[in-house]
């Protein structure tokens, strides 16, 4: 009988977060919890940064599902969804959902009990106004770009990475991938703003399903959450990885 270190109570969801330098040092150990298939993949990365960021993410990742579940990290088997979402076994999981993101020196890492969840994490590269508003237009929703156009340039940054973040965290919740297309559904773009769903005409039903919200998220750096069927107001807790994953969590 598996026992688990760290337990999500009713109403919480836990975000993990993570800086890639602060794993570096532990990356031999890190590498030891990835399983064959996922050893095989980091081989395969041309980019050694790249190499070292998945093995580091998949490792942490590892130890976190064995705290909230009492497996082992290395024996966590992992399925992926038709469009590459990872997933717990039946066997294994123990009702934890979660999903990962990472971008630049930054990792999240959300976990819930009972609701499908999706995380993401963008570094903010600096662009003009002119090349993020052609990028809107060629991703975004007409609603999220006649926001987008309506601002001052000053503002343009932040709501074209809020709105992409939340966009992000939607299709991840559903496991989608670029399988929905990103023009196929409407966020509210203003950074200052709690995140709405404004329209899924793809799942109309979604709108009163999935919820966003948006995440602290290190300087430089947008992260937003959605969450699929959560009852009630969920309690966000952060922690930073290595704390120590103790009982009281
Ligand atoms: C793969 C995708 C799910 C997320 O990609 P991303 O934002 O580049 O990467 P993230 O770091 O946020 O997420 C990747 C992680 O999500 C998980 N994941 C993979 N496929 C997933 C899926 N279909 N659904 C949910 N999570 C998925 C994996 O854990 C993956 O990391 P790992 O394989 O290293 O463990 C997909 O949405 C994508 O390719 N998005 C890019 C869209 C884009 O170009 N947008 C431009 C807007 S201007």
């Not at 395969?44 to 940064?49: G, K, N, P, T, V």
């Not at 093995?55 to 088997?77: D, E, F, K, N």
Request: hydrophobic residues 40%.
């Amino acid at each position: 009988m598996a026992t688990s270190s760290a337990t999500i109570q009713a109403g919480e969801v836990h975000v993990w977060s993570l800086s890639f330098s602060d794993a570096e040092s532990d990356i031999a150990n890190l590498k030891q919890l990835l399983s064959d298939d996922e050893q095989t993949r980091a081989v395969r990365f041309i980019s050694d940064c790249d190499r070292i960021r998945f093995t580091i993410a998949r490792g942490v990742l590892r130890q976190l599902l064995s705290a909230y579940t009492g497996h082992p990290a290395r024996s966590i088997q992992l399925i992926y969804g038709r469009h590459g979402r990872p997933a717990l076994t039946a066997s294994q999981a123990h009702d934890i959902n979660f999903n990962l993101s990472h971008s630049g020196e930054h990792a999240l890492f959300a976990l819930s009990r009972e609701c499908d969840v999706g995380v993401d994490i963008e570094r903010i590269r600096p662009y003009s106004p002119a090349y993020r508003l052609r990028l809107a237009k060629r991703f975004f929703s007409e609603l999220e770009c006649s926001a987008i156009q309506g601002l001052t340039a000053s503002r343009v940054e932040q709501a074209f990475f809020a709105c992409w973040t939340r966009k992000e965290a939607y299709i991840k919740v559903h496991g989608r991938g670029l399988s929905l297309p990103l023009s196929q559904f409407s966020v509210s773009v203003n950074p200052m703003s709690a995140p709405q769903l404004l329209a899924t005409p793809w799942c109309p039903s979604d709108l009163k399903l999935t919820r966003l919200w948006d995440l602290a998220a290190p300087r430089g750096y947008r992260a937003a959450i959605a969450l699929k069927t959560f009852a009630g107001e969920p309690e966000f807790r952060l922690f930073d990885w290595p704390a120590k994953i103790s009982p009281g969590l």
